[in-house]
């Protein structure tokens, strides 16, 4: 549909309900009684994430791993630059932090 258009657009049959939760991409934790992933601040709630029993904030979580993966950015630029080649240089880096962030319960 054009997001312009006045007439909304049929769902598919393929396209899933809007109520329905997205799959999640790794190991992340849900929300108990509302069947949906944690957010990044319900996820640093020790009550509700148990993965994450020492509730680390998102921005505290997996300091080895962030401070490679900035490490790597600063010397190679980021993903947004031209001439950099920090897709390809940092690609695993990242994978292993998002890993780290994901086996604390974090939907990254």
Do not use: Y
Not at 47 to 54: D, G, M, S, T, V
Not at 63 to 82: H, M, Y
């Amino acid at each position: 549909m054009w997001p312009f258009s006045s007439t909304p657009a049929a769902p598919s049959p393929s396209t899933p309900s809007p109520s329905a939760p997205p799959p999640p991409s790794g190991p992340v934790s849900f929300h108990p009684t509302e069947n949906r992933p944690l957010t990044g601040s319900e996820a640093a709630d020790p009550k509700l994430n148990p993965r994450n029993p020492e509730g680390l904030k998102p921005c505290c979580a997996c300091p080895e791993t962030k401070k490679a993966r900035d490490d790597c950015f600063l010397q190679f630029g980021s993903n947004q630059d031209d001439s950099a080649d920090a897709g390809s240089q940092c690609r695993d880096i990242v994978e292993r932090h998002r890993q780290c962030m994901r086996s604390l319960g974090f939907n990254v």
